[in-house]
């Protein structure tokens, strides 16, 4: 055989041997590595402690890759996909809205100490839904700010809840529109929701004050504790404040029995009946 062939048969050779080897060396890799995974987990399944250990470590690395990860996402995320918490925020710019509006929402933001943002979104929307509803839109303020101060998360003991203070047990079918009665802690939901309930009880008291007396649950009660007249006094001060003409003076219900003049200073003595037992009353028997 001449050295030529010779050679390229020591190749073939060579090259035969080392697949083998290969083959054989990656063969029983695997199963080295099957045989150490079963050998881990017949130890984790006899030892609880070494398991809850390793994954608790394991939970540690993915916690702190997490953040890298979500980082890198919205890096490289278009710009219309990525999600800003404050398109979220129920907040605009106070500057944006009518001039009336705007001038209720400084005034009210400098009174109750809320940010102007929020109060102005909640201004807009309150004068939303009096123009739909043929309510003054200043008068939904103003049972808001004697209601919860415009705490959206405020609730009573008796679960009266958000900014209107609305018996989310009573009126759970009003807030299914939105998602269910979890929705009472969203600002304009519970507004809407208010609104709501409040036109329900003017159209059956047949008058402003007697629609609040039915919703503060004080309609077939002695006194209401003043809750009338503290809404109606605030809501006189928010109109003056934001500069806008005074309300009409406004008439009780027929159905509200009337006072004897020699009764009036006594007003202030009269038992005040509890928020929570009135809107209790209220919201029963809507």
Not at 266 to 276: D, L, N, Y
């Given at each position: 055989?001449?050295?030529?062939?010779?050679?390229?048969?020591?190749?073939?050779?060579?090259?035969?041997?080392?697949?083998?080897?290969?083959?054989?060396?990656?063969?029983?890799?695997?199963?080295?590595?099957?045989?150490?995974?079963?050998?881990?987990?017949?130890?984790?399944?006899?030892?609880?402690?070494?398991?809850?250990?390793?994954?608790?470590?394991?939970?540690?690395?993915?916690?702190?890759?997490?953040?890298?990860?979500?980082?890198?996402?919205?890096?490289?995320?278009?710009?219309?996909?990525?999600?800003?918490?404050?398109?979220?925020?129920?907040?605009?710019?106070?500057?944006?809205?009518?001039?009336?509006?705007?001038?209720?929402?400084?005034w009210l933001s400098t009174k109750y100490r809320v940010a102007p943002e929020p109060i102005a979104a909640l201004v807009s929307e309150a004068y939303a839904?009096?123009?739909a509803n043929k309510l003054d839109p200043t008068l939904i303020l103003a049972i808001m700010a004697i209601e919860s101060s415009f705490n959206p998360f405020?609730?009573?003991?008796?679960?009266?809840?958000?900014?209107?203070?609305?018996?989310?047990?009573?009126?759970?079918?009003?807030?299914?529109?939105?998602?269910?009665?979890?929705?009472?802690?969203?600002?304009?939901?519970?507004?809407?929701?208010?609104?709501?309930?409040?036109?329900?009880?003017?159209?059956?008291?047949?008058?402003?004050?007697?629609?609040?007396?039915?919703?503060?649950?004080?309609?077939?009660?002695?006194?209401?504790?003043?809750?009338?007249?503290?809404?109606?006094?605030?809501?006189?001060?928010?109109?003056?404040?934001?500069?806008?003409?005074?309300?009409?003076?406004?008439?009780?219900?027929?159905?509200?029995?009337?006072?004897?003049?020699?009764?009036?200073?006594?007003?202030?003595?009269?038992?005040?009946?509890?928020?929570?037992?009135?809107?209790?009353?209220?919201?029963?028997?809507?």
């Amino acid at each position: 055989m001449p050295a030529s062939g010779k050679l390229v048969a020591s190749a073939r050779t060579l090259g035969h041997k080392t697949a083998n080897g290969f083959l054989a060396l990656t063969h029983n890799g695997f199963a080295l590595l099957g045989l150490a995974v079963a050998i881990s987990a017949l130890i984790f399944i006899s030892r609880p402690d070494l398991r809850l250990a390793g994954e608790s470590q394991l939970r540690q690395w993915l916690d702190a890759r997490l953040p890298v990860v979500a980082e890198a996402s919205i890096e490289e995320a278009p710009t219309s996909e990525i999600i800003v918490a404050s398109d979220r925020a129920t907040a605009v710019n106070p500057k944006s809205l009518p001039k009336e509006q705007a001038a209720v929402a400084y005034w009210l933001s400098t009174k109750y100490r809320v940010a102007p943002e929020p109060i102005a979104a909640l201004v807009s929307e309150a004068y939303a839904q009096g123009k739909a509803n043929k309510l003054d839109p200043t008068l939904i303020l103003a049972i808001m700010a004697i209601e919860s101060s415009f705490n959206p998360f405020a609730q009573s003991p008796v679960g009266a809840q958000g900014l209107m203070q609305v018996m989310t047990k009573i009126h759970t079918d009003k807030y299914e529109s939105f998602g269910g009665q979890h929705a009472a802690f969203d600002p304009v939901t519970n507004l809407k929701v208010g609104v709501k309930v409040l036109k329900e009880c003017i159209a059956r008291a047949g008058s402003i004050e007697g629609g609040l007396r039915y919703y503060v649950g004080a309609a077939n009660l002695p006194s209401d504790g003043g809750y009338a007249a503290k809404v109606l006094a605030e809501h006189q001060r928010m109109r003056l404040g934001a500069g806008l003409r005074a309300a009409n003076p406004l008439v009780a219900a027929n159905t509200a029995p009337p006072v004897a003049k020699s009764a009036v200073p006594k007003v202030a003595e009269a038992t005040t009946v509890s928020h929570a037992q009135q809107v209790i009353v209220a919201n029963s028997s809507l």
